[in-house]
């Protein structure tokens, strides 16, 4: 029997993932939580956590994978969203798999079985998203970034960058105008920090 906990900011979710898992025999949910910590101070234990991309504490849903796998469980994701930079940074994280929610109780279940045997659960389709590489940032553009996404104020990321405040924004909103363009808007820039490594020339 694989042991199955829920991990969701719905808490209407976990009921409809039982109906749709009730007839798959060999799977069992055993535990549902709206956030990671409540998961992690109070379920009995599991083999595989079914994940929702985005949890009412307003946690990462990578920083939440990571901790997962640190508790030695396998981890898939299940989210109403597909977007690229969500799937590449809970890979990265160690998810095992990444399931764009449906009513598709067949899907579910090889997915959860394939995962629970150390394979990854991914579609074609995010298979292809998730090695496409991000769009490509100018040196300056990759600076700002990153240490504009590490903490430092618009002020302090113009300072230690060696420019004016008004040209650290140009170049964030030239990231944010590239990722519009392969369809993809970003609210929060900081949120792409996972899809593009560290600039080299950055000073910590």
């Known amino acids: 029997m694989i042991r199955v906990a829920i991990v969701d900011n719905d808490k209407l979710v976990p009921a409809g993932l039982r109906a749709l898992l009730a007839e798959a025999g060999d799977i069992e949910v055993v535990h549902a939580a709206t956030t990671v910590s409540a998961h992690l101070a109070g379920s009995p234990p599991a083999d595989v956590v079914l994940l929702d991309l985005r949890l009412e504490d307003g946690t990462e849903a990578a920083v939440n994978v990571a901790r997962l796998r640190r508790h030695g469980v396998r981890v898939l994701v299940i989210s109403v969203h597909g977007e690229r930079r969500h799937v590449r940074a809970t890979v990265r994280a ?38 496409d590489d ?16 590490t903490g430092s104020t ?51």
């Open 94 to 131: 160690g998810a095992s798999g990444y399931l764009v929610k449906d009513d598709d109780a067949a899907k579910l279940a090889d997915a959860i079985r394939s995962v629970h045997n150390g394979q990854s659960a991914l579609t074609a389709e995010l298979m292809s998203i998730i090695n």
């Open 134 to 149: 991000p769009p490509e940032l100018s040196p300056q553009e990759a600076r700002a970034l990153y240490l504009y996404g």
């Open 154 to 204: 618009l002020a302090a990321t113009a300072r230690r960058m060696g420019v004016t405040i008004p040209t650290v924004r140009s170049y964030l909103t030239r990231i944010r105008a590239k990722w519009a363009a392969v369809d993809e808007p970003v609210d929060d820039i900081r949120t792409l920090l996972d899809e593009y490594r560290p600039h080299r020339g950055s000073d910590d």
